[in-house]
């Protein structure tokens, strides 16, 4: 059942300047922007503008080839199961970027094609023993330490990521972080180059299940460059494509 997309011009110009962006930075790392995929963080965000978005890069890709389709992340699996019937067939994967609560496996396993906050080992079991095919996971860090954010701390990051990466239904695909919420951008470096160790440690400890692990998803609307430069795999942008969120 197709839905009728309304043409948002904004829309499309904001990501048209992420895209800039994302090539601009990859280019100056020394690496491909091909290597960059961009995740559209929709929280707040009606399905209609979330299809908007998803028209417009459908457009872009169609017109240069060589650019790969963005993913879209959602922090609550409430926005999730509202959102999906209409969002997910348009979409070519759908993340979850917020915490998993243990009631709400079931929903999330309905809709998410990657489940990127796993930072605590039962909830991981819990996915395995219930997913109905093999799920892409991600295992988010702290790395900066603030009592706010969600995340392993990261002395216990390479134990829990072996841990669930030899969990039968799950496929270890890599780490996710939320950067440091700094001015200073060496900090905010330093912390992306910690998941991207932890990454690396990992990917040669040559464990079962950790051959795949290679995803870094770090780096938002106002850091993504930083985050490129120290190896991000997956960016994920709000307010840069979709304009100020009213409320989160
Ligand atoms: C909201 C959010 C983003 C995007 O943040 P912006 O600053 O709007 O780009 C990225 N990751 C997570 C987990 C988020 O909740």
Request: negative net charge; aromatic residues 2%; hydrophobic residues 45%.
């Amino acid at each position: 059942m197709p839905e009728p997309v309304t043409v948002d011009d904004a829309i499309a110009d904001r990501l048209a300047s992420v895209r800039r962006r994302v090539s601009a930075a990859a280019r100056a790392a020394g690496r491909e922007p091909a290597d960059v995929r961009i995740l559209l963080a929709t929280k707040t965000q009606p399905a209609e503008r979330v299809l908007a978005a998803l028209a417009a890069d459908a457009a872009a890709c169609a017109a240069e080839p060589a650019l790969q389709r963005v993913l879209v992340g959602e922090n609550r699996v409430q926005e999730l199961v509202e959102k999906g019937p209409h969002v997910g067939p348009a979409a070519p994967a759908m993340h979850l970027i917020g915490p998993l609560q243990s009631n709400k496996v079931n929903a999330a396993l309905r809709w998410a094609t990657c489940v990127e906050t796993v930072e605590s080992l039962e909830p991981a079991q819990r996915l395995s023993s219930r997913a109905p095919r093999e799920l892409d996971v991600l295992v988010q860090v702290n790395v900066s330490g603030e009592q706010t954010k969600h995340g392993v701390d990261p002395a216990d990051a390479v134990d829990l990521a072996m841990r669930v990466a030899s969990l039968p239904s799950l496929r270890l695909r890599g780490f996710m972080t939320i950067g440091a919420r700094s001015p200073d951008d060496e900090l905010v470096r330093a912390g992306y180059a910690r998941l991207r160790a932890l990454r690396d440690e990992v990917l040669a400890s040559g464990a079962p299940g950790t051959d795949d692990a290679l995803e870094l998803s770090m780096g938002m609307s106002g850091d993504l460059e930083a985050a490129i430069s120290e190896g991000a795999t997956i960016v994920r942008v709000g307010t840069a494509v979709f304009g100020a969120r009213a409320t989160v």
